[in-house]
T-cell receptor, first 114, second 109 residues
């Protein structure tokens, strides 16, 4: 079955440590996205990528980094520079330009920094 | 920046109809999308309006008026399982997406 996988589902880290969240898709989508969601809030765009080896900052990129070495993979690193990293992180992919403009989301990773 | 405003909470009775509004202060976007998210889950796509007017998908309909800078999601024949958060979203530029503030819908018996 095609879809997006994120791992792990829950992640705990000590303050000051970098952590990398995995996102893999087998939908053959060109575009991939990372969002952050805080309790009771909407989704805020961290980074997005249109094609391999290209990515752009979203609205809240400070303290985060990404790479897009393969079409299927778009890992997100939460660095120690991110002041409040505890949140729910969602990865998504899409093929822009289609009539539906649908984004497909992974199940998310809930990160808690202790 | 772009902003999309939604009511924070809406309560409706099972079997009724509810409308969730989305007002925005942006221009030049490609279209307005709607997503549903149950607690703890991932958002799932509901509908998309590329053009002004009404789009119908089963019990869900979505409307867009660019001249009035607003859209809405209409849910008919409400069911308990419709209790969730609903988000509007716009794509502006080729890839950048902005989501609304979200509306938590509670369906009561």
């Amino acid at each position: 079955d095609g879809g997006i996988t994120q791992s792990p589902k829950y992640l705990f880290r000590k303050e000051g440590q970098n952590v990398t969240l995995s996102c893999e898709q087998n939908l053959n989508h060109d575009a991939m996205y990372w969002y952050r969601q805080d309790p009771g809030q909407g989704l805020r765009l961290i980074y997005y990528s249109q094609i391999v080896n290209d990515f752009q900052k979203g609205d809240i990129a400070e303290g985060y980094s990404v790479s897009r070495e393969k079409k299927e993979s778009f890992p997100l690193t939460v660095t120690s520079a991110q002041k409040n990293p505890t949140a729910f992180y969602l990865c998504a992919s899409s093929t822009p330009g289609t009539s539906e403009d649908e984004q497909f989301f992974g199940p998310g990773t809930r990160l808690t920094v202790l | 920046g772009q902003s999309l405003e939604q009511p924070s909470e809406v309560t409706a009775v099972e079997g009724a109809i509810v409308q969730i509004n989305c007002t925005y202060q942006t221009s030049g976007f490609y279209g307005l999308s709607w997503y549903q998210q149950h607690d703890g889950g991932a958002p799932t796509f509901l509908s998309y309006n590329a053009l002004d007017g009404l789009e119908e998908t089963g019990r869900f309909s979505s409307f867009l008026s660019r001249s009035d800078s607003y859209g809405y999601l209409l849910l008919q024949e409400l069911q308990m399982k419709d209790s969730a958060s609903y988000f509007c979203a716009v794509r502006w530029g080729y890839q950048k997406v902005t989501f609304g503030t979200g509306t938590k819908l509670q369906v009561i018996p």
